[in-house]
Each structure stands twice: as C-alpha cells, then as structure tokens.
C-alpha cells in the first residue's frame, strides 16, 4: 500500500502523506528497496494508474 501512495506522489503529484513527514519518508524507503523494486513489473506505476483509470477511479486523476 505505501508504494501506490508514493506512486501517486511521484507521478500525479497528489500529497497523502504531508501531515505525517516521518512515514511519508518511510514509504519512500520502503518503495527504494530491492526487496520491493525486483518484486514488480518495470512499468508498474503506469500499469497501476491505467488501471485505476480504466476502473473509473477517482483517485486516478488525483492532483495535489
């Protein structure tokens, strides 16, 4: 879950995390570490938000 929230961060811009600095700096980490990297696809963020966007989710086109 703390990788989708840093996608979203990276590639939409939308801020989850501001009001808690410590786990936003945490799931950075945590989605930097090869045990996380070597286990999803390449293009994974773009995979996940096209799937959210085919799904009509809201949070696909989430902006800060």
Same mark, same amino acid.
Do not use: E, H, I
């Given at each position: 879950a703390l990788l989708r929230f840093v996608v979203m961060e990276e590639? =939409? &811009? @939308?801020r989850? $995390?501001? &009001?808690?600095p410590r786990v936003a700096a945490w799931a950075r980490r945590l989605a930097a570490r090869p045990s996380v990297v070597e286990t999803v696809v +390449? +293009?994974? @963020? @773009? =995979?996940? $938000?096209r799937s959210l966007a085919d799904g &009509?989710?809201?949070i696909a086109g989430a902006r800060s």
């Open positions: 590639q =939409r &811009g @939308a989850f $995390l501001t &009001g808690v +390449d +293009d994974f @963020a @773009a =995979r996940w $938000l &009509g989710s809201l």
